[in-house]
């Protein structure tokens, strides 16, 4: 099997029971950490009005999750210091994308939309960028000898 093939297989069967969860309450759990935050931001800057609603396309944190953890040949501090950095960078952008709603109907402009929807595929690729030039280029890894070749995802 394709090495890009494989990588993509484990991506989808780690992240399918991860949106199932979150589309069965866990949003609720994230709610419950994300609505006294965003309600502190908007009350330091001074905002008022703006509902500190978390939306169920916050989901786009899972994919980043699944992604950084599949990545193949990252460094423990490179996977562990992505992951905290952009999830907090996701967890932010949530916060301020609250403040583009309409306040009449809170649903958020198309151009805001896309912006979350690729958010997490453009931290991933930053984050893990020789994973991502080596793939594209060969559709294989270095392994950390730097002379033998791993398929991705192994």
């Avoid at 419950?32 to 786009?60: D, F, H, K, M, Q």
């Avoid at 992604?67 to 932010?92: D, E, H």
């Avoid at 609250?98 to 690729?118: E, H």
């Amino acid at each position: 099997m394709k090495p890009a093939l494989r990588f993509l297989i484990k991506f989808f069967c780690l992240t399918a029971p991860i949106v199932w969860l979150w589309h069965i309450g866990g949003w609720r759990y994230y709610h419950a950490l994300y609505s006294p935050v965003a309600e502190a931001v908007y009350a330091w800057l001074g905002l008022e009005g703006v509902e500190a609603t978390s939306r169920i396309r916050y989901i786009n944190l899972i994919p980043f999750l699944t992604l950084m953890v599949l990545t193949p040949n990252l460094s423990r501090r490179r996977r562990l210091g992505g992951l905290a950095i952009g999830l907090a960078l996701l967890f932010a952008m949530h916060i301020a994308v609250n403040l583009t709603a309409d306040p009449r109907t809170q649903i958020l402009p198309q151009m805001v939309r896309l912006m979350l929807d690729a958010a997490p595929f453009f931290l991933w690729v930053i984050i893990a960028h020789e994973f991502v030039r080596d793939f594209m280029q060969r559709g294989t890894l270095r392994a950390a000898d730097g002379e033998s070749e791993v398929s991705a995802g192994d």
